[in-house]
């Protein structure tokens, strides 16, 4: 009698450790998880700020460069794609965020051509609201590349616990999958070449 009890409680010991175990795992990898959709949230926050500051960037430069049309329609229609690729946080996969960051990139270039023919108007330059915007589009531009930054190292942690035994035995039965990353633009570990 005395040795089916003991036996009888060690398994209930057993089993209640397991599920306690279980449910930490399981809690961890749930604020993890919630902790690289809120890290996403603010990336696509700081892009959206970019894409709000265009459209004063772009009527303030249409006014002085009106024969730069095409510049400014190239602008135009890259933010536009921009803003209608969107990646659904609870597909944080590495294509998806690639498709992301294809679409930022070109926006980011079409602005890059747009404030390189600035240089052609001094007046533009030295108008106060274009110089207030361009600063507002350099600090978003930083924002940018730190919320970068910590949405990736948020996803390395996640993909951490994910990936470590035991708890990846966890993270399988319910469905935690690995989240993708940022990762720098084609061509972006070449320095370019600068010509005088």
């Known amino acids: 009698m005395k040795k089916g009890l003991i036996a009888l409680i060690a398994v209930v010991v057993v089993v209640l450790g397991c599920f306690m175990w279980g449910k930490n795992v399981y809690n961890s990898l749930v604020t993890a998880d919630e902790d690289v959709g809120a890290a996403w949230a603010q990336v696509e926050n700081v892009y959206q700020r970019r894409a709000d500051l265009i459209p004063n960037l772009v009527a303030t430069v ?3 460069a009106e024969h730069e049309s095409s510049t400014l329609e190239s602008v135009i229609a890259a933010r536009s794609k921009a803003t209608q690729v969107t990646v659904n946080p609870e597909d944080l996969s590495e294509e998806a965020i690639a498709k992301f960051n294809e679409a930022q990139g070109e926006l980011s270039s079409a602005l890059g051509r747009l404030l390189m023919i600035t240089e052609n108007y001094p007046d ?3 108008n106060q609201n274009f110089s207030d915007l361009q600063a507002q589009l ?13 949405f990736n190292e948020t996803a390395r942690s996640y993909n951490t616990m994910v990936r470590k035994f035991p708890d990846n035995i966890i993270a399988s039965m319910f469905g935690f999958e690995k ?3 940022f990762e720098a633009q084609a061509g972006a570990e070449t320095a370019p070449k600068v010509e005088f």
């Open 62 to 64: 249409k006014g002085y």
């Open 124 to 126: 533009l330059k030295a």
């Open 138 to 150: 350099e600090g978003t531009e930083n924002r940018i590349a730190t919320e970068r930054m910590k």
């Open 179 to 181: 989240k993708g990353y």
